[in-house]
């Protein structure tokens, strides 16, 4: 079965500065997605960044980015310039290619610091 | 174009009594999963269904837990004789036909078990 792995309970950063989240996964598949959602104190999980394991472009979406490495099945989460409103719960999630289930890890509290 | 919603969002239940949290998917959704989120854990899968259809069980708890998605409606999980174990934030997203681009997730329902 895959699994997801966040070895960060919580991480810190000062604001506008960058900060990196980790996130392991196992999975015997080839063509699968990961995303990185946000949960910040309202509850309400959002989507920040998707990746395609068939790509070997790092995502990016403004101010965040992700290093997509296969062979070690690792996928971790950049934060640039970070902002106050960047402080929330971060998840990572897996998605097989053959089903619609996603697999989350068990996400990793960011603080910023002002 | 409104998002998941779910209702409601705060519900206390005595033990033995049911809950039912309902969840109506994004417009143009077809698929909608429920999730578990435990205090300080990641979310957890409980059921992925369709309209009519359950798709994977897999999460759910093999008593007092069920999970419906009718033609006309919204999705429905309902849990009977809750006990104090129950208390957690349930969450409700809801993907295309295809969930490679990820979930549209709702606010949640904290369910307070006294």
């Known amino acids: 079965a895959q699994t997801v792995t966040q070895s960060q309970p919580e991480m810190s950063v000062q604001e506008a500065e960058t900060v990196t989240l980790s996130c392991t996964y196992d999975t015997s598949e080839s063509d699968y997605y990961l995303f990185w959602y946000k949960q910040p104190p309202s509850r309400q999980m959002i989507l920040v960044i998707r990746q395609e394991a068939y790509k070997q472009q790092n995502a990016t979406e403004n101010r965040f980015s992700v290093n997509f490495q296969k062979a070690a099945k690792s996928f971790s989460l950049k934060i640039s310039d970070s902002q106050l409103g960047d402080a929330a719960m971060y998840f990572c999630a897996y998605r097989g290619g053959a089903t619609n289930k996603l697999i989350f890890g068990t996400g990793t509290l960011l603080a910023v610091q002002p | 174009n409104a998002g998941v919603m779910q209702n409601p969002r705060h519900l206390v239940r005595r033990r033995g009594q049911e809950a039912r949290l309902r969840c109506s998917p994004m417009?143009?959704?077809?698929?909608v999963y429920w999730y578990r989120q435990l205090p300080e854990e990641g979310l957890k899968f409980m059921v992925y269904?369709?309209?009519?259809?359950?798709?994977?069980e897999s999460g759910m708890p093999k008593e007092r837990f069920s999970a419906e998605f009718p033609k006309e409606g919204p999705s429905i999980l309902r849990i009977q004789q809750v006990v104090r174990g129950d208390s957690a934030a349930y969450f409700c997203?809801?993907?295309?036909?295809?969930?490679?681009?990820?979930?549209?997730f709702g606010s949640g329902t904290r369910l307070t078990v006294v």
């Open positions: 997203a809801s993907s295309e036909r295809d969930s490679s681009n990820g979930y549209t």
């Open positions: 417009k143009g959704h077809s698929h």
């Open positions: 269904l369709q309209k009519e259809n359950i798709i994977d």
